[in-house]
């Protein structure tokens, strides 16, 4: 049980972290390229701010393994917003492509380390 706690919380901050990213992006699409009120920005920059809280919370000895093995969640799920929000189905290379990304993620995050 310790084991699968030690999985999901990582999973559930890094998922966090994707979804204030991506919507935090996003706002900042729909202003300059879809043409939406400005007004889009203000929870755009509060999700952009929730995002940089949440990696904070990754137990890694430093900032920048978190932030690289957070890089695979981040395109995984920027490949489920492109279904869930913008209607478009990723190809299978978009989901091979991610698979690698993931597993990346995995070797840098979980990977045996030497001191």
């Keep these: 049980m310790e084991s699968l706690t030690a999985f999901l919380r990582?999973?559930?901050?890094?998922?966090?972290?994707?979804a204030g990213e991506i919507a935090g992006c996003f706002a900042f699409w729909a202003v300059l390229r879809l043409g939406k009120?400005?007004?889009?920005?203000?929870?755009?920059?509060l999700a952009l701010a929730?995002?940089?809280?949440?990696?904070?919370?990754?137990?890694?000895d430093f900032a920048g393994r978190a932030f690289?093995?957070?890089g695979g969640v981040y395109i995984a799920s920027s490949l489920g917003w492109l279904w869930a929000v913008?209607?478009?189905?990723?190809d299978?290379?978009?989901?091979?492509?991610?698979?690698?990304?993931?597993?990346?993620?995995?070797?840098?995050?979980?990977?045996?380390?030497?001191?």
């Design 10 to 18: 990582p999973l559930a901050v890094y998922l966090g972290a994707a």
């Design 37 to 45: 009120s400005a007004w889009w920005l203000v929870p755009g920059l």
């Design 68 to 70: 690289a093995a957070y």
């Design 92 to 115: 299978r290379w978009d989901v091979v492509g991610a698979a690698i990304c993931l597993a990346g993620a995995g070797v840098i995050l979980l990977g045996p380390r030497s001191g």
């Design 50 to 60: 929730a995002f940089a809280y949440l990696l904070t919370r990754i137990e890694a």
């Design 86 to 90: 913008e209607g478009r189905m990723p």
